[in-house]
């Protein structure tokens, strides 16, 4: 039997409006006051001496600057697109990201076509445009930053809000907290920025996780030992109705270890877990996956199942020694039902990189993730800009028990050319096997992909 949302709500132990987490009507924690608190807690700002500055928390920084330990007027050295106010700076930003896409099909996949009632033409579609504000302010007591972020999203040809809220440093708990709308934390590339990403695409695995969420997310590193911690609470109150809220509440946590850090060498081992945990929205959940093609419909898909409780958990490494990288990570979804069958969903990835041009690609300890990638003399410099050959491989699978949402897997070659530090220009090609409707059809894709990053 199927619970109303009210019934939803008071089984999650009654979540009210401006209430971080799921409480009793006379103990419920407001947001507001939780964020006041930590402002106010004593701190020197100028003893918070990281050189990571964040802007939200997707591996966006901004670029300390004399100003940052020293108030004075000192505006030439900030971004062409950064502004300073008496209070407060302003940075304004944009994206845009389009892909083509052509496709070669066999016959037992184009049957497997037809069943599902999908069409799969040649086209180019917009996949997002974005627009970026934000800024720190600076006369805080301690580091506080707001962004607020707009995107239209090409898919579904609508425009919503993206990540938008307060970082707050927090060097008392060596890291920092961010209130409002952002990524949950669960995996390294789905909390990476969209635009710098390794791959055209996010694994399939990781589509059950929320790509937002509206909450409470701390983000600490520890640099004696050096290990991290992630953790979040996030709930629907603001975003119910939003395509990316599928659960009434969740908690995310992500823990990890630098076995090797050494920046003189460029060499990184990143070992880390993640776990979700959550109610899914009105007892109930769909998966649905596209094959890492955003002009691509959803090729494997459940339909929707009972489902009272979610529990994901997942494991991730990384290593990455100057030009080159390799890293995996494996997820597993499950699902638990009171009225009927438990169900569990696995899928996970392997990617290869290697720049040509002997760039390196970033890491940061403010979210653990890998950032953008510089580019050292551009095209229109006279240089090669940044060449990046990439070999990914994953697999999804939504067979289990009486659900057979099918299985695909996909091995995609790539290269990702950075003309310069804002256009970046991929040449994919993907080779796809769907195991549906008890046969197995293989499909070629051959995608290009034009971005522009001004963030």
């Given at each position: 039997m199927q619970l109303s949302s009210n019934e939803n709500k008071k089984a999650a132990g009654d979540t009210f409006p401006g209430c971080l987490f799921p409480c009793k009507k006379h103990s419920m924690i407001p947001l507001w006051s939780l964020t006041l608190l930590l402002y106010l807690l004593p701190c020197i700002v100028h003893a918070?001496?990281?050189?990571?500055?964040?802007?939200?928390?997707?591996?966006?920084?901004?670029?300390?600057?004399?100003?940052?330990?020293?108030?004075?007027?000192?505006?030439s050295d900030l971004a062409a697109n950064e502004f300073e106010g008496k209070y407060a700076t302003f940075r304004i930003g944009m994206g845009y990201i389009?892909?083509?896409?052509g496709y070669s099909q066999d016959k037992v996949f184009k049957?497997?076509?037809?069943?599902?009632?999908?069409?799969?033409?040649p086209h180019y579609q917009t996949r997002d445009f974005r627009i970026l504000g934000s800024g720190r302010f600076l006369k805080s007591k301690r580091y506080l930053a707001y962004k607020f972020a707009y995107m239209y999203d090409?898919?579904?040809?609508?425009?919503?809000?993206?990540?938008?809220?307060l970082t707050?440093?927090?060097?008392?708990?060596?890291?920092n907290i961010f209130v409002g709308r952002t990524k949950e934390g669960f995996s390294m590339i789905k909390v990476m920025n969209g635009h710098s990403g390794l791959t055209n695409e996010r694994q399939m695995a990781l589509d059950p996780a929320p790509i937002l969420a509206d909450g409470i997310k701390y983000m600490g590193y520890y640099p004696k030992s050096r290990t991290f911690l992630n953790l979040g609470y996030f709930n629907d109150v603001l975003s119910k109705g939003q395509s990316f809220s599928t659960f009434s509440w969740q908690w995310v946590a992500r823990a990890g270890w630098l076995p090797i850090y050494n920046k003189e060498n460029n060499s990184i081992l990143h070992i880390a877990g993640e776990i979700q945990y959550g109610k899914p929205l009105n007892d109930q959940f769909t998966i649905k996956s596209r094959p890492e093609s955003n002009p691509t419909p959803q090729l494997i898909n459940t339909g929707a199942f009972a489902a009272d409780k979610n529990f994901t958990y997942g494991g991730e490494i990384y290593y990455r020694t100057n030009s080159f990288m390799i890293g995996s990570e494996v997820i597993s979804h499950n699902f638990y039902s009171k009225s009927t069958t438990n169900h569990q969903f696995n899928g996970g990835d392997v990617v290869v990189s290697y720049f040509f041009t002997k760039d390196v690609r970033p890491y940061n300890t403010i979210g653990n993730i890998f950032g953008f990638v510089p580019v050292e003399k551009s095209?229109?410099?006279?240089?090669?800009?940044?060449?990046?050959?990439?070999l990914h491989v994953s697999t999804f699978n939504l067979n289990d028990k009486d659900i057979q949402g099918g299985q695909f897997t996909r091995i995609t070659p790539m290269v990702?050319?950075?003309?310069?530090?804002a256009l970046r220009w991929e040449l994919v090609y993907g080779y796809g096997i769907l195991k549906r409707y008890g046969v197995t059809g293989h499909v070629q894709f051959f995608e290009t992909r034009f971005q522009i990053t001004l963030m």
């Open positions: 918070q001496k990281d050189t990571l500055l964040p802007n939200g928390t997707d591996g966006l920084l901004f670029t300390p600057r004399a100003a940052d330990t020293v108030f004075i007027d000192k505006k389009g892909d083509f896409t049957q497997q076509m037809d069943s599902a009632g999908l069409d799969l033409s090409g898919d579904k040809k609508v425009w919503m809000i993206r990540e938008t809220g707050i440093g927090v060097p008392e708990l060596k890291g095209v229109f410099k006279g240089g090669w800009g940044e060449i990046e050959g990439v990702n050319w950075y003309l310069t530090k």
